[in-house]
Nanobody
């Protein structure tokens, strides 16, 4: 069992930065792949970034590649999403998720956080 709690969302101007954090509970955290998804009003939940348990492999949606960076600290049971050069279209609720295998789609995730709101003003 893994419980996830996101933090770090807020309101930022276009071009600014935010760092999202995800605190995980559960002794098996280090064995899970972790990911960030987002959902804007009226849109489906979409993949943002993922990282394997070993931190060797990361993947990103094309829309955030080069602007966002996912990382994890297994000793602290934490996952981070550094978001730079933010755009208004990045506005969404951001969710932290955990899964046993490589994550690219929401159905590959076993556990979800409640989300944190990110709003980017133009």
């Amino acid at each position: 069992q893994v419980q996830l709690v996101e933090s770090g969302g807020g309101l930022v101007q276009a071009g600014g930065s935010l760092r999202l954090s995800c605190a995980a509970s559960g002794r098996s955290f280090s064995t899970y792949s972790m990911a960030w998804f987002r959902q804007a009003p009226g849109k489906e939940r979409e993949f943002v970034a993922a990282i394997t348990w070993s931190r060797i492999s990361t993947s990103y949606a094309d829309s955030v590649k080069g602007r966002f960076t996912i990382s994890r600290d297994n000793a602290k049971n934490m996952v981070y999403l550094q978001m730079d050069s933010l755009k208004p279209e990045d506005t969404a609720v951001y969710y932290c998720a955990a899964g046993r295998a490589t994550i690219r789609y929401f159905w590959e995730c076993d556990y979800w956080g409640r989300g944190t709101q990110v709003t980017v003003s133009s």
